[in-house]
């Protein structure tokens, strides 16, 4: 198929994403627990995007020349990978169907996708509509199975060309084995994190507020990008903590298909009980609970929005991925101090920054050493903005430009030239 083919096919399934949106929506809410209005209103769209926006590059991807010393000509190649691998979280299935499916098919390659067992639903819908966007039978195959059985299986194949993962880092770790012991293919991936939210003292305490309630609550919290640890400077702390307990406090937790809610169940009850575990231990290494901290009504796996405040860096709580929706409010005193705190983490995909001083911004934006540092918003994810992380954040970067690199393979070609006008 040409490059320009692949393109309208992409451009044909955006334009079907559209027409069914409603039908998408629907069942990315019914498999994830997330609110409607979310699904609908952001997720349906971003995955439209993001699938015109590869579209437009399947058709732009070529190699150089490159000058020899002698008479050479050297070009190098940009073809595709083969094969890709790929395999996809629960919390987004939409989303990472799109960051991963768009860059591949743009390139060339076939894929094999494994959708997360908790949430098949929505992947499956968008790939029959792709074959009805007119991409050739066996170029998309997605499976639904269990990582242990499925996701092994695909992590092992030696027919398997490049494997692309989201997810824990734990599991993370494990495709990386089983991709070394079979046949080396390369890995992306996309893992855990735990980002600083860090609030300068010159910050609107109310806006700061309220887009640090939205870096971690989002989503039920349940984000690897989740703004979990939110610094705040020592002269707007005691305002900020009343106010984020009040923020949380009018959070609407509710049926996630009802207009108003702001957050749905977690994802399943294996979630639901470490999510509390993780807040019964803020509770006895001496955290203090300003608001939630228990299962929001008697049915289901809601859980009531909590906060922590006075956490000290060596908790739990401020130290591992909780996954879920609760905010742990520590204190700063200065630049220096925030940086090293931030940056005492296994983890480094994404950070936070509230201020209005262009040269704190700017130091601390260098300084963190994460993947995406979003100062005076949170989780804008643009299609042409690369994300991954540092550290056990993963290896490699999604969207934009950046995702092409995972599913290409670069060639030497070379060739004598006899008789040439010129070099």
Known sequence: MTAYERCRVLLRLADLIEQHAEEIAALETWDNGKTLAQSAGTEVPMLARCMRYYAGWADKIHGLVVPADGAHHAQVLHEPVGVAGQIIPWNFPLLMFAWKVGPALACGNTVVLKTAEQTPLSALYVASLLHEAGLPDGVLNVISGFGPTAGAALCSHMGVDKLAFTGSTGTGQIVLELAARSNLKPVTLELGGK?????M???????????????????????????????????????????????????????????????????????????????????????????????????????????????????????????GPVQTILKFSGVEEVIRRANASQYGLAAGVFTRSLDAANTLSRALRVGTVWVNCYDVFDAGIPFGGYKMSGVGREKGVYALRNYLQTKAVVTPIRGAAWL
């Open 195 to 199: 980002s600083p939210f860090i609030v």
């Open 201 to 323: 003292d010159d910050a609107d305490v109310d806006q700061a507020v309220e887009l640090a309630h939205q870096a971690v609550f989002f989503n039920q919290g349940q984000c690897c990008c989740a703004g979990s640890r939110t610094f705040v400077h020592e002269r707007v702390y005691d305002e900020f903590v009343e106010k984020s307990k009040a923020r949380a406090m009018k959070r609407v937790v509710g049926d996630p298909f009802r207009n108003g809610v702001e957050q749905g169940p977690q994802i399943d009850e294996e979630q639901f009980k470490k999510i509390l575990r993780y807040v019964q231990s803020g509770v006895d290494s001496g955290a203090t609970l300003l608001a939630g901290g228990d299962r929001a009504g008697n049915r289901g796996f809601y859980i009531q929005p909590t906060v922590f405040a006075d956490a000290k860096d060596d908790m739990k709580i401020a130290r591992e991925e909780i996954f």
